[in-house]
Structures are given as C-alpha cells and as structure tokens.
C-alpha cells in the first residue's frame, strides 16, 4: 500500500467531520527524515491542521540525549545511514547532494536537520520556525513523534531521548503529545519521503493516528485555559524577524489545550490482533509511578570498585487516594488494544490535578464503556 492509500484510511474519517479548528501543529521527530512514521504522522496530521515536521537527517539511538548540530555542509559521509548492517543511501531515497546545506527541505513543510534529535529540536524553536515561518501564529501542539517504542514508567523517562523533548516543549510553555507505538524497527529507516509499504504495522499506526486526531480535536473542543503563549529563546530577541515572529503570536487566538506545563504521555498498549475487533482503541488515563514500575537502582562495591545499575520494580504502598482510579502506565497488558495517557508536569512527574482529561476520554470512550484494562499481574501491598 502505498503511503498515500494509507492517510486515505485516516482521511476518510477525519476531513468529513472536523470536530476541532484547524491548529498549527509542530512534528518533532526522534526517528530520521524519511522514516515512515514521521512520514505517516506529518501526511494524517495534515487534513485538518498545519503541520509542520523536523526531524534528525540520521538514525540515532533512542537514548542519545546530547546536545549536539553540524553546520558543516553535506559531505558523502552525510549521504549514508546505517541500521545494524544494513546501509541506507539518503541521496537516492531523498535526493540529497553533497554540499547541500546542513538544514533544508525536500518537500514542504518537513525538514531535516544535520544533528542529535534534541539539537535538532531547539534549532527548530529558535531558528527555524523564526525565520522561515515568521507569517505564521506560533505553534498550538508539539507532537513528539515515536520512534518506535513505548517510553512508560520512570526508567524509560530518564533515559529516552524522547521525554527531553517533551521537557523541553514544556518549559516553552507549548502543549505537547509524546506519542509512542509499538517498537518495528521497519517504520524508523529512512525512505522515499511519499512512500510506504504495506504491512500490519503500518495499518496499525493508521488507526492509531486516528485516534490520537481524535484527542486533538476532543482537547480543543474541551480546552478551557485561555490563549496559547509561546516564548523562544531571550537570545533571540535582537532579531527583527523574531520580533515579527512573536507579533504575530501575540494575535494567536486558538484555544490552549492543556494547562501551561504539562504534557501528556501516550502509549499504544495493541497489537496487530487488535486490527480484528472493529473498533477503535479506548483511551485510559494512567500514572507514572506505582504499580510495578520500573526504577533504576545503583549498587556499587566499594572493595573491587564496581558499579552495578539494575532496573528494578516497585511497588508504593502510599498511592494518592485515587489509587485505584488511575493505574500505572506499566500495569496495563500491550494486548489490550487500549492508548494510555499520563499527564506530566513541566518538572517530570505526574500531573495532580486529575480533572483535565476525565470530560475527554468519557467522550472518546463512548461508543466502547465495557472496555476495561487488564492488569499485567494483580498489583498488592510490597511487604
């Protein structure tokens, strides 16, 4: 199937009935130019809003959480990805030359950067979107795009590069997704930016790019905290176009769609059996901590001077009073064909104020009440 018959399946129900207003909408990819789930998200996402996508010119790891941009030109070193022993040639696949500029685009709105997934996020907020989109009212929702796997409890939150761009989506005061799937290693290589084959991974994430559509447009149906406010960097300032830029976001009415701080984290919880039940995913509102969650300990021996980090589980005794409300992200079985959202603070843990998603996902839910989570293993009192 070819990419265009696959954002057919997610258009067909989204551009005949527009719940939400049309917002500008920022893709912020993990996973390398041309990869098929940046493709898929930036095509899906665009029948109804602006998108605009950014993401790393390489493949890199999933926990690579350095700062890092070359403004050197590309070179033939440039033109070549690599996945185990597999080469990907980025001039064939995208039509990259050497001594092409370090940042560009090959197709509208959806641009590469020569850097580390973080770098390449702060060059689009302080440079890119500035400069190139200064016409434009300032971005509504940043959507970290999944590279692949699930980022649930607090040792993935530490360690994945994805939740740092999230923190820093966060602390721009911007509303954000960081919406994670299934791992495939198939969907994260670079390839021809209009094309993608067909296979059970790819009509999964269709489904699933309809429903995260649907939160967006439930969100701003539902969102009650005031304007967007949008602040690059102070370093900035001097820069008559970031002036423009920020003129321009003054008049931005579109509604805010969470709170300032917070962001929420999305995990798909299905597999491709769950194509075969006809109907869509339910939404679960879930917590980061308690209920089996992974946590990283450190044990080092002092007399032969080694250090030894485990990922160990916990269980909390002292859970908020709504305990058996919210479950941890980590408690819920991947073959529940259910999406878990945890909303997260600016500071990285969880949101305590509960109300903000109950009215949305009672809606989303609402032709599926009767689905229900099914724990991993019975969660009880640690001894």
């Given amino acids: 199937m070819r990419l265009q018959q696959f954002c057919a399946i997610v258009c067909t129900s989204l551009c005949f009935n527009r719940l939400a207003a049309a917002l500008s909408i920022l893709v912020l ?68 030359q050497v001594g092409e500029r370090f940042y ?36 509504d929702l940043i ?7 699930l980022v649930d409890g607090l040792y993935r939150q530490q360690t994945y590069v994805d939740l740092n761009v999230m923190r820093l989506a966060q602390t721009r005061n911007i509303p954000v997704f960081n919406v994670n799937s299934n791992e495939d290693w198939d969907m994260i290589v670079a390839g021809p930016l209009d094309e993608q084959n067909s296979d059970e991974a790819s009509e999964l994430l269709a489904l699933y790019l309809q429903r995260i559509e649907a939160l967006v447009a439930q969100l701003t149906q539902d969102s009650s905290y005031g304007k967007h406010n949008f602040h690059t960097a102070r370093s900035l300032q ?11 976001e003054r008049r931005n009415d579109n509604p805010r769609l969470l709170p300032n701080g917070v962001g929420l984290n999305i995990n798909l919880r299905a597999e491709a059996s769950c194509m075969d039940t006809n109907r869509d995913f339910s939404f679960i509102e879930t917590r980061t901590i308690g209920g089996y969650n992974k946590v990283p300990s450190l044990s080092y021996d002092e007399t032969r001077g080694v250090a030894k980090i485990d990922s160990v589980y916990s269980i909390d005794n002292d859970l908020p009073r709504n305990k058996d409300k919210f479950l941890s992200e980590m408690s819920v079985d991947n073959g529940d064909c259910l999406i878990t959202i945890t909303p997260i603070s600016w500071s990285g843990g969880d949101f305590e104020t509960y109300n903000i998603l109950g009215n949305v996902v009672q809606q989303l839910n609402a032709d599926h009440p009767e689905d229900g989570p099914k724990l991993v293993q019975q969660i009880n009192d640690s001894k």
């Fill in 143 to 149: 959507i970290v795009a999944s590279a692949g796997h």
């Fill in 104 to 139: 560009g685009s090959k197709q509208d709105d959806r641009w590469y950067v020569k850097g580390s997934v973080m770098g390449t996020a702060l060059f689009t907020l302080d440079y890119l979107l500035p400069h190139h989109y200064t016409e434009m009212s300032s971005i």
């Fill in 238 to 248: 001097r820069s008559p176009k970031l002036r423009q830029y920020f003129e321009h």
């Fill in 29 to 96: 990819n993990p996973s390398p130019y041309g990869s098929s789930i940046s493709t898929a998200f930036h095509q899906a996402l665009s029948a109804n809003h602006k998108v605009i996508s950014v993401s790393p010119l390489h493949l890199t790891s999933p926990t690579e959480n350095e700062v890092t941009i070359d403004t050197t030109p590309i070179n033939d070193a440039d033109l070549k990805d690599f996945l185990d022993e597999q080469e990907f040639d980025l001039n064939d696949l995208l039509g990259l």
